[in-house]
Nanobody, 124 residues
């Protein structure tokens, strides 16, 4: 059984920064791909970035240059550093894990495990 526990959401103003963390427990972390998604009210869950088991990072165009994913394998934790936040970044943010040696999928249904989600609200 795998558990993903997220933390770090909150309310910030446009232009501010926020860091999210996703701590994984219950399995070997190194053979998995981690994805970050977000879901705004009335919208589908959107892939915003991910990390392969080897540490290669991917970002959606909407966050590229503003968001950074990092990993700490010793702590089985993935971080999402969000800078220059915009009101349109407001959403519930989720981390997800898929057992794969490949790239993190962009499709939410392909992931095996999900965090509980954390709300990020960016005011203008």
């Amino acid at each position: 059984q795998v558990q993903l526990v997220e933390s770090g959401g909150g309310l910030v103003q446009a232009g501010d920064s926020l860091s999210l963390s996703c701590a994984a427990s219950g399995r070997t972390f190194s053979s998995s791909a981690m994805g970050w998604f977000r879901q705004a009210p009335g919208k589908e869950r959107e892939f915003i970035g991910g990390s392969t088991w080897s540490g290669k990072k991917y970002y959606a165009d909407s966050v590229k240059g503003r968001f950074t994913i990092s990993t700490d394998n010793a702590k089985n934790t993935v971080y999402l550093q969000m800078n220059s936040l915009k009101p349109e970044d407001t959403a519930v943010y989720y981390c997800a894990l898929e057992r794969t040696f490949g790239d993190p999928p962009h499709e939410a249904y392909k992931y095996d495990y999900w965090g509980q989600g954390t709300q990020v609200t960016v005011s203008s």
